[in-house]
């Protein structure tokens, strides 16, 4: 048998945390977990295709295949990926392994103040301990509208070795406002990202074409979430998510991936045709699923279901534009939507207005407003929500979570428990 | 614990009286700015990447929105914030919601995005007042990010003509603005660089508040007052003075704002331990005024290139300029010691404060990294740590070789 040792089992059996320890105690990440009750073998055909896009599958392909990948991408910049032949890698794939090790080096190695998230101490020793396990992907496209905490982990990044390219960052801080210089500038910073991912200038037709794929596949979900609206016991919460997250860069097999969203939809088209009259608590969430698996079958026990969800939205691309200036505008929209969160600069005040008409769309009777622990914005954000959806008469209930794949806690559950009763209450 | 006199320096008597009458004027500007009545349109802004010219020329009453150390007005942020944000952004907030008479006089605040946190406070104190976010660009060296920032400038001043109801401010207006700016900077500077001196003839609590004015006080009134404490503060010591007595020990403060108010480290540092911060790296010290902006040319274009090319925060790229320029800074004014003082959820600096210390001590410093917010609770364990910090520089003194006499002011003024 062979003694050597990973330089992350060093680490973790320096650090005492113990691998098996760690994987009993904490559940699986989103994209690992099972729907438990799949209405279709398509929803099965999902969850396949999310959970084998992983930061493993496409280190292979790199390693393999010669394939291109860098971190980042995976939002409203995923067509210009696409565009270039880069693989993104998003940053929630940091906290799907050894997040635990990783928030402990982070506050060793690299002195981050243990107050600071979870998300970025995870970030920051995720990243050491990839390169310390050799990962082929070494590059950051970096964004620089995005938090502080962020930007500045991806400097420890940057002296420990990682080559990281940075977007000049603007922000839409007002709907209305000009942006004419800030499309421009976006639009720039676009064209100079696609020459350090590929090498070469962009091709505008190509990315006209990723765009326009974009939107088929936004459009694709959007249907599909709204005919859940009708029969909203068969596409459940998680595999919703699913569906939201692979817009991003479908999960690296855009055909399949295209295919189970036209199977579905055919599906639950033929479903809506036989109403479906058992309760249901229709809800939205803003933030990402605090208590991961275990929240979503919280959920299920107690017949909520997430209609609506404020992070990752559906809105389209603009097509009638250059396709460098769709991009800018659908991030400045996006902005001034409240959608995708900090690490875009997203509003704070205005989030708000996306969730009204979420809820007005939707029939929402209520709103979970959820932020990672010890982030100052998201914080922010949960703060004016719940003042002011308070004095609309919204229920609101505001949770946090780490980005740790740990059972939701006891504290938690009451919460959430207690909100869904009073809401039940309410709807008797 | 050696005693504060040893190394008290006596300062002329025209110095006192100079620094009373600065701290006269910013009282007596902070009150012309909330009892004007004239119908001058009052403006506070929130960070020093706000391009203050352009408030000067377009006849504003202005304020900088940055006083802290207080921990109620913090406390009283935290009805938005909860307990995350630092306490500076915190107070920022807790200002409005306590009605102070000067936060509650502005007619607009504009906040240039630096920090998220910031940007954050922004928003909230809209509920207050109304407020003006504009995009302040991190590429500090790329020629697309500066013709971007002069756009946000040229928005800024068309933001406050429709404010004022004036007509925007003209490129020779601003040009004259800038000149008059420039000139408080290059005495400001010249003041903070008598503290290159063996015996500092000022304190760093005593340059903090000389800086703070820069933010009240009108420039022809601020001035003269100036030109008043660089005379006094030049008048006393001098190089020789340092061969008459000990020399206080030479820290350099980097890190977080040191915020209008916030004193505490400042008084256990010198007041209490008798050592003397020389030089500051932070945006409320002597930070802004290492470099100048550009008197000729597009005064638009001047201004957006000034403003990136001052000292940076952390927050801005390349990073390592950041680092590179507190460490010239620690080189130039011969100190003997860091503190990093970060403020509690200060992402740029407590983030990253790895690197900094690691680049302090490259340059053979000692660092004592200190994260700080408004409390009193922890004042005796931050005495213990930065006396015993001190007592650690005093011993490597008993044993280095007699250092060479720090450059005197202006020798090397353009060099940061």
Redesign the interface.
Not at chain 1, 168 to 171: F, S
Not at chain 1, 374 to 377: L, N, R
């Given at each position: 048998m062979s003694s050597t040792f990973t330089e992350t089992e060093k680490l973790r059996a320096t650090a005492g945390i113990s691998a098996a320890h760690t994987a009993a105690e904490q559940q699986p990440d989103l994209y690992n977990a099972r729907d438990e009750h799949p209405f279709s073998p398509t929803v099965v055909e999902l969850g396949d295709l999310a959970r084998n896009w992983s930061l493993e599958t496409i280190e292979r392909l790199v390693r393999e295949d010669g394939r291109r990948a860098v971190w980042g991408g995976f939002a409203w910049d995923s067509p210009l990926f696409r565009a270039t032949d880069t693989i993104p890698v998003s940053i929630m794939e940091l906290w799907r392994k050894d997040s635990h090790l990783a928030e402990h080096i982070a506050e060793s190695d690299?002195?981050?103040?243990a107050?600071?998230c979870s998300m970025?101490k995870t970030m920051a020793g995720r990243w050491h301990l990839l390169k310390a396990e050799q990962s082929p992907i070494k590059r950051i496209l970096a964004f620089?509208s995005?938090?502080?905490?962020i930007?500045?982990?991806i400097?420890?990044a940057?002296?420990q070795g990682y080559e990281v390219h940075?977007l000049?960052?603007?922000?839409a801080?007002?709907v209305g406002e000009?942006s004419d210089?800030?499309v421009?500038?976006l639009a720039?910073?676009i064209a100079k990202a696609a020459e350090w991912l590929q090498g070469a200038p962009l091709d505008d037709d190509r990315l006209a074409a990723e765009i326009h794929l974009k939107n088929e596949a936004l459009r694709k979900v959007a249907r599909i979430l709204e005919l859940r609206l009708k029969r909203p016991h068969l596409v459940g919460s998680l595999p919703a998510m699913w569906l939201l997250g692979g817009t991003g860069g479908f999960f690296g097999n855009q055909k399949k991936f295209f295919e189970i969203l036209d199977r579905l939809i055919a599906e639950l088209e033929a479903a809506v045709q036989v109403p479906d009259n058992r309760p249901y608590l229709p809800l939205i969430l803003a933030g990402g699923p605090p208590g991961g698996l275990s929240f979503f079958k919280l959920l299920e026990q107690n017949n909520a279901v997430l209609v609506g969800f404020v992070l990752l939205g559906t809105a389209l691309y603009r097509e009638d534009v250059p396709p460098r200036e769709a991009l800018a505008h659908y991030l400045f929209e996006s902005q001034l939507r409240g959608e995708l969160g900090?690490a875009t600069?997203a509003?704070?005040?205005l989030r708000r207005r996306g969730i009204e008409a979420l809820i007005e769309k939707t029939g929402a009777k209520g709103l979970i407003s959820s932020a990672v622990t010890?982030?100052?914005?998201a914080?922010?954000v949960?703060?004016?929500e719940r003042n002011y959806f308070r004095q609309q008469g919204v229920p609101i209930v505001a949770l946090e979570h780490t980005v740790h794949n740990d059972p939701i806690t006891e504290e938690q559950t009451m919460k959430i428990k207690a909100f869904l009763e009073q809401l039940t209450g309410e709807a008797r | 614990m050696s005693s504060t006199k040893i190394h008290s320096l006596p300062a002329a008597p025209a110095l006192p009286a100079a620094l009373a009458s600065l701290d006269a004027l910013v009282h007596s500007a902070q009150d012309a700015l909330v009892r004007d009545r004239s119908g001058a349109r009052k403006v506070g802004y929130l960070c020093n990447y706000t391009p203050i010219e352009l408030l000067d020329a377009a006849g504003v009453l202005h304020a900088r929105l940055f006083k802290g150390g207080d921990t109620a007005r913090a406390a009283a942020g935290e009805f938005y914030t909860q307990s995350v944000f630092c306490d500076f952004t915190k107070s920022c907030i807790g200002a409005f919601e306590q009605g102070d008479p000067l936060y509650k006089a502005f007619d607009k605040v504009y906040s240039f995005h630096t920090c998220a946190t910031m940007k954050r406070a922004a928003e909230v104190i809209e509920l207050f007042t109304p407020t003006r976010l504009l995009n302040v660009p991190k590429l500090r060296k790329h020629d697309d990010s500066r013709r971007f920032f002069r756009e946000e400038v040229l928005s800024f001043r068309d933001d406050l003509a429709a404010l004022t109801g004036n007509a925007p401010v003209s490129a020779d207006a601003l040009s004259a603005a800038i000149r008059e700016r420039n000139a408080l900077r290059r005495l400001l500077r010249q003041i903070s660089e008598l503290r290159r001196r063996a015996l500092p003839p000022l304190s760093g609590r005593q340059f903090a508040d000389i800086a703070r004015a820069y933010y009240y006080v009108p420039p022809a009134l601020l001035r003269p007052a100036l030109e008043e404490i660089l005379a006094a503060a030049g008048a006393t010591g001098g190089a020789g003075a340092a061969a008459a007595g000990a020399t206080p020990i030479r820290l350099l403060a980097a890190g977080s704002i040191i915020a209008d108010g916030d004193r505490r480290i400042l008084e256990i540092v010198e007041e209490e331990l008798g050592a003397r911060i020389v030089i500051e790296d932070n945006c409320a010290g002597a930070r802004p005024f290492h470099s100048l902006v550009r008197e000729d040319g597009d005064p638009f274009a001047a201004l957006a290139d000034g403003y990136l090319d001052q000292s940076p925060c952390a927050r801005q790229r390349p990073f390592e300029d950041a680092l590179e320029f507190s460490a010239r800074l620690a080189e130039q004014y011969a100190v003997e010691g860091v503190l990093y003082v970060f403020l509690k959820f200060c992402a740029c600096y407590g983030v990253v404060q790895k690197q900094f210390i690691e680049r302090f001590n490259a340059a053979g410093l000692p660092v004592l990294a200190l994260s700080s917010d408004y409390s009193e609770s922890d004042r005796g364990q931050l005495l213990t740590r930065i006396e015993a910090f001190i007592e650690v520089l005093r011993e490597k003194r008993l044993f280095a070789p007699p250092p060479a006499e720090p450059e005197t002011a202006g020798t090397a003024a353009n060099r940061i």
């Open positions: 690299y002195q981050i103040p107050e600071f970025i620089s995005g938090c502080e905490p930007g500045m982990v400097e420890h940057r002296a940075t000049e960052g603007a922000t801080f007002r000009r210089a800030a421009k500038l720039g910073e900090e600069g509003s704070a005040l010890a982030c100052p914005y914080s922010l949960q703060q004016l | -």
